[in-house]
Nanobody, 121 residues
Framework: QLQASGGGLVQAGGSLRLSCAAS????????MGWFRQAPGKEREFVAG????????YYADSVKGRFTISRDNAEKTVYLQMNNLQPHDTAVYYC????????????????WGQGTLVTVSS
């Protein structure tokens, strides 16, 4: 089970930190990903992190602005989002998969419920 939180309304240039809390004893064995889906668009990859945190990947559109991290002791993965822009408006989802952190949503079998991020201009 994954529970995403931290979304909200922010002005352009602002920041938010999303959290994704996991339940279960094997969180540290899973790679985690953040995805987002804007109205009328397909779900897209935002960032991914390996189970150890040693491998991290970003979509080009967020590189340099977003930072993914994880705390295996707290069973939580974070997405720090800085310099948010209106095009970042979307529902953000966290997801987990056993193995490598891949970019395709179809590769992930465990999903959180999503948290809405709205960036006003």
């Amino acid at each position: 089970q994954l529970q995403a939180s931290g979304g909200g309304l922010v002005q352009a240039g602002g920041s938010l930190r999303l959290s994704c809390a996991a339940s279960g004893r094997t969180f540290s064995s899973y790679a985690m990903g953040w995805f987002r889906q804007a109205p009328g668009k397909e779900r897209e990859f935002v960032a991914g992190i390996s189970w150890s945190g040693s491998a991290i990947y970003y979509a080009d559109s967020v590189k340099g602005r977003f930072t993914i991290s994880r705390d295996n002791a707290e069973k939580t993965v974070y997405l720090q989002m800085n310099n948010l822009q209106p095009h970042d408006t979307a529902v953000y989802y966290c997801a987990a998969r056993y193995g490598m952190a891949l970019r395709g949503p179809i590769e992930y079998k465990i999903w959180g419920q999503g948290t809405l991020v709205t960036v006003s201009s």
